[in-house]
């Protein structure tokens, strides 16, 4: 939907371009790394609902631009 490289979102998200396509080959990949992944989408205004397709909102700014600076960033893990 951003139409991001698989560089670009490992850039913004702090995960590794080799985490990145293991998720993309149906690979499970750690709490933490889908965690960061999902901040920086949402970051873009991408919302995610289970049991619908991602889609674009219009009043959504994502939850946290840099995860890792939360308080409780340690809690996910």
């Known amino acids: 939907m951003l139409g991001w490289s698989v560089e670009a979102l ?9 985490a990145i396509r293991r998720l993309e080959n149906g690979a499970e990949l750690r709490r ?16 995610f609902l289970p049991g619908h397709e991602p889609m674009r909102g219009d009043n959504f700014r994502g939850a946290t631009a840099n995860p890792k600076s939360r308080d409780d960033f340690h809690l996910i893990e």
């Open 32 to 47: 933490v790394t889908m965690q960061a992944l999902a901040y920086a989408l949402e970051a873009e205004g991408l919302v």
């Open 10 to 18: 490992a850039f913004r998200s702090g995960v590794s371009p080799g």
